[in-house]
């Protein structure tokens, strides 16, 4: 049994994870790349992760300095918005923290020293970050990838494979594959603001894998097949929803309302299995805009069945749920 | 070596640690031993270990309209507490006997004649006002009479070494999971000073209640009732502790929107549908329960609780209404309701208390009322006290007057020299004033838990412990029976540390 308010945070810790997880290895893999550049040409590499992960208003509104290190304090650092990685920490935790009485209890302690951390260097300040040439951000950036590897050991090593589980590892299956989505995207067209295959892959941690099947210098729509379709690489959209799958039928039993949330997903799953990809990727944008769209909806299928069953309507009015941000929202 | 200063000879204070002549109490020979051996740098690098310990996990508590954030770490001081297993069993009988005489009042004007006051025990009028008294509670009953559950019950030690009860806490008291959190850390930072000691656990708690609490579930419940706790959410100052219960316990943590009544009866909303409830921990104010009977602005509690309650289809813990026999007023009658209810000698005595409404009490009370404390009834958590030697002419003329004002709403107790022990400050261990919060849970039968929330006032001659203006705590050890050596030596192999 669980209550369909914890049930909903549980869902919500796992997206803000792994969103928090994906950002800080995009940042980290971006600085690597540019590191030996110069500072302008730095700055305007990370001007593009801000496009590539759909941060473009808050990055207007946070009014960020011009310093070289600026947009990837922006990205790590500043927690004035949802995207960031410190802000998805903290969201984690917020959430964990709601349920800190049904999880291990290493679970939650990861998660607040996680918090803690990342919040001793957003207090150092903008300026003084800024003046040690980015190096707190890029320690933070260490910080969040250890920590988040860290809370899913223990999440796949300690949880109960209860209804909680089912959700947790939900948000987080729905949400790398919300994001890998974007991430494609930003590889499409021409020009200095487009990824290359490889960045691609780094950024979905899917470089190795794809070095062994696709060699050096894959191009975007090998890219796209190896990372939307793959069957056994976790980090590919097929993958994640073959998973979803299982874990909505682990709930079906609890609860009746994952049903239209069950379906979505298999009809989504077999539209990748068994669609034919070449075909679809020869208009990209809107094959894209297609799965970014449906797995919105499945996201919000899933949400919607943690309050359908008891008559919930929206019990976090007083709650502040940051990151309504990157790739879709309840 | 890190000084460990005894209390001064002409000091007034019962110090639990050392006697008059400064010669070290039997019960703490061999923890003095031990601390004496570590210096200030030690004890500063342990001090840190827990103080680690407790922000990793999380043990805060909030301090509303503290600018420095909600939640802060909480603060344990190394020194522990130690009481000897005689001490105790007469703390525990005496517990056990004044929580088990204030529950038959609870009984008595709830669901009962109003006895005591039809025998002029109490005076009705002293009931009938108090802020606690419930009209809605009327006709509520517990099972086994149990109207409070879980009782803390503020002890102090006078100059003579007396332990008297300062305030009883029968609504929502807090702190049991510092208890037991305290111990863990201690466990952690000081692993070899259980060698000397054979120490009660204190591991045992989320058993307990939940035992306690089953034993209240209404009849019809079946062998395993649905226990709930009901938080007011993140915010509140003590939901790390609701949350540790939860857990504890093994039972689900709810918010009042989780809840929904409907034709009396308390439904769970999961993700499964509803799901009736049986029992619930409530951890929010009488007033905030039930918005239908209560504060109509409250979005805390359940609409409709209090008729389920009526209806006799969940229990409610603690009930509702307690308030007026932990009201400080009321506190000076209690030794009397022991008397009454169970025709027994009250074994622990209160702390004098004066009522202001009668005319000798007062007139005595304002003539040195520069000597004694005066409290509001309604406060808690050490705010509104005013002490009389430390207080300005001024002061007291305004005590005076609030006093003539409204005598119900004050009562005057004197000063109690809180008993003292040797606590971290600075560089040197000093004494500091220390009090007890004994948790006592009441189901089928009445026990208590042993030890309790040692608080400490950790500014030098302090009065005040309350972790809201800036207390500390200690880990209170119980020792287990003919286990302090009181020669610091081993008890060999067979000494046992705490499971935990």
Known sequence: MILARHADSLLWAGRYLERADTIARCVSVETNAVMHRQATEARL??????????????????????????????????????????????????????????????????????????????????????????????????????????????????????????????????????????????????????????????????????????????????????????EHLPRSVLWCLGRVEERLDDLAAAAGAVATARRRAGALRAHLEYGELDHLLAAPEAELGYLGSALAELASDVHASTVASSGLAEVHTHFVRPGAGIGGSP | MAELRKPDAEFPAYDEAFDRDGSVRPVYAAIVKRFSNFDTAELRRREGIIEEEFRRQGITFTVYGDSQGTERTWPMDLFPRLIAAAEWRDIERG?????????????????????????????EWLVRSSAGFERNAFGVSVPHDAHCVIAGIDLVRDAEGQYRVLEDNLRNPSGISYVIENRAAMTKAFPLVWEDHTVEPVSQYGRMLRTALESVAPTGSGDKPLIVILTPGIYNSAYFEHAFLAREMGVELVEGPDLVVDEHVVYLRTIEGLVPVDVIYRRIDDSFLDPVSFRPDSTLGVPGLLGAMRAGTVTVCNSVGNGVADDKAVHPYVTDLIRYYLGEEPILPNVETYVMWEPDQRDAAFERLDELVVKPVGESGGYGIVIGRDATDEELANARAEIERDPRNWVVQEVVELSTLASLSDDVLEPRHIDLRPFVITGERTQVFP????????????????SSQGGGSKDTWVLADGAASGTGQSNGPAAQGPPR
């Not at chain 1, 209890?105 to 300026?127: C, D, P, R």
């Not at chain 1, 990838?145 to 948000?171: I, K, N, P």
């Not at chain 1, 890998?180 to 892959?201: A, C, H, M, P, Q």
């Not at chain 2, 006997?97 to 025998?119: C, H, K, P, S, W």
């Open chain 1, 45 to 230: 590499a990370s001007r593009r992760l801000v496009q590539a992960l759909g941060l473009q208003d808050e990055f207007v509104a946070a009014q960020v300095g011009t310093g070289p290190y600026a947009v990837m304090d922006f990205l790590v650092s500043d927690d004035s918005h949802p995207g960031s990685v410190v802000s998805a920490v903290q969201a984690v935790r917020e959430n964990l923290r709601i349920v800190r009485d049904r999880i291990p209890v290493e679970l939650w302690e990861e998660a607040n020293s996680l918090h803690i951390l990342m919040q001793s260097a957003k207090s150092v300040g903008t300026a003084a970050r800024e003046q040690t040439g980015g190096e707190v951000s890029r320690m933070s950036v260490i910080t969040a990838r250890r920590g988040c590897r860290s809370l899913s050991g223990v999440m796949t090593e300690s949880m109960s494979r209860d209804e909680g589980y089912a959700f947790m590892e939900t948000g987080r299956l729905l949400e790398r594959s919300i994001l890998t989505v974007e991430l494609l995207k930003s590889g499409l067209g021409t020009g200095s603001d487009v990824f290359d295959g490889n960045r691609l892959l780094a950024f979905t941690h899917s470089l190795q894998a794809a070095r062994r099947e696709l060699g050096h210098s894959p191009a975007w729509h090998a890219v796209a097949k190896f990372l939307l379709q793959h």
């Open chain 2, 95 to 123: 517990l056990a006997q004044r929580v088990t005489a204030l529950n038959r009042f609870l009984a008595d004007i709830y669901t009962g004649e109003g006895a005591a006051m039809a025998d002029g025990v109490v005076p």
């Open chain 2, 451 to 466: 030890g309790g929330l040692t608080r400490v006032a950790m500014r030098k001659g302090s009065l005040i412990v309350n």
